[in-house]
C-alpha cells in the first residue's frame, strides 16, 4: 500500500462548476499538507498549504484537513479552463515531502 | 536566480552512457531536493542536501546514482551506465529552511529519455 493514494482520474467538468480532489494517508507523522498544480511539461507549483487539521481558503480554492481520517481535500470553485492540470497532494512529517500520484483535471469551455 | 533551473530540459542518451544532470537553486534556498517522475507515477523521492551535506540519500536507486552540491548551490546528479528504466522526469526542488517543510518550489526539470 502506498504511503499516499490519490485517485487519477482523470476528471473532466464544464467550466464554472466545482473541483472536487482528495488524497488518503497512513502516515501518522504528517502535519504538513500541500496541494501542488502541475502543467503539462512544466514542474509543479505550490498551491496551498495547511498545518495540521482545518481548512484554508484562498480566493476559488479552499483546502481541508482531517487528520483522524487521514483524508486531505481541494475544492476549486467556479472552475476555469486555465485550472485545467494535474494536481497532486503533497505531506510532510519532517523535511521530505510524500506525494500522491496526481489528478489530472480538465475544465471544459 | 528568481527560480529554480535545471539543465537541460531534454536529453536523449544511448543505453550505457552516463549523463549529468544540473540544478541551479534559488539563491539563499539552504535545502535542496531530487525527485524523480516516471510517467503516470507520483513524484519519488531521491536525495535530500542541506548546505553541501547530503543526509538523506535513501532515494537513490542504485549505485549509478549520485549527487553533489557545492558551495551550498548547484548540485549536479550524475546517472552512470544509463538503462531505459532511468527514463523519466528528473525534479529539482529547493527551500529555505529544510524543517519544518512548507513547500519546496520546482525547477521545470530535466526530461531524460534512455534509448
Known amino acids: 500500500q502506498k504511503e499516499v493514494e490519490q485517485d487519477p482520474g482523470p476528471l473532466s467538468v464544464p467550466e464554472g462548476a466545482i473541483v472536487s480532489l482528495n488524497c488518503t494517508y497512513s502516515?501518522?507523522?504528517?502535519?504538513?499538507f500541500m496541494w501542488y498544480r502541475q502543467y503539462s511539461r512544466k514542474g509543479p507549483e505550490l498551491l496551498m498549504y495547511?498545518?495540521?487539521?482545518g481548512n484554508k481558503e484562498d480566493g476559488r480554492f479552499t483546502a481541508q484537513v482531517d487528520k483522524s481520517s487521514k483524508y486531505i481535500s481541494l475544492f476549486i470553485r467556479d472552475s476555469q479552463p486555465s485550472d485545467s492540470a494535474t494536481y497532486l497532494c503533497?505531506?510532510?512529517?519532517?523535511?521530505?515531502?510524500?506525494f500522491g500520484a496526481g489528478t489530472t483535471v480538465t475544465v471544459r469551455a | 536566480g528568481a527560480g529554480v533551473s535545471q539543465s537541460p530540459s531534454n536529453k536523449v542518451t544511448e543505453k550505457g552512457k552516463d549523463v549529468e544532470l544540473r540544478c541551479d537553486p534559488i539563491?539563499?534556498?539552504?535545502?535542496l531536493y531530487w525527485y524523480r517522475q516516471s510517467l503516470g507515477q507520483g513524484l519519488e523521492f531521491l536525495i535530500y542536501?542541506?548546505?553541501?551535506?547530503?543526509?538523506?540519500k535513501s532515494g537513490l536507486p542504485s549505485d549509478r546514482f549520485s549527487a553533489e552540491r557545492t558551495g551550498g548551490s548547484v548540485s549536479t546528479l550524475t546517472i552512470q551506465r544509463t538503462q531505459q528504466e532511468d527514463s523519466a522526469v528528473y525534479l529539482c526542488?529547493?527551500?529555505?529552511?529544510?524543517?519544518?517543510?512548507?513547500?519546496?518550489?520546482f525547477g521545470s526539470g530535466t526530461r531524460l529519455t534512455v534509448v
Open positions: 526542488a529547493s527551500s529555505s529552511t529544510g524543517w519544518p517543510n512548507y513547500g519546496y518550489t
Open positions: 502516515n501518522s507523522a504528517f502535519q504538513y
Open positions: 495547511t498545518y495540521s487539521s
Open positions: 503533497a505531506m510532510s512529517g519532517d523535511y521530505k515531502l510524500s
Open positions: 539563491s539563499g534556498h539552504t535545502a
Open positions: 542536501f542541506q548546505g553541501n551535506s547530503a543526509p538523506d
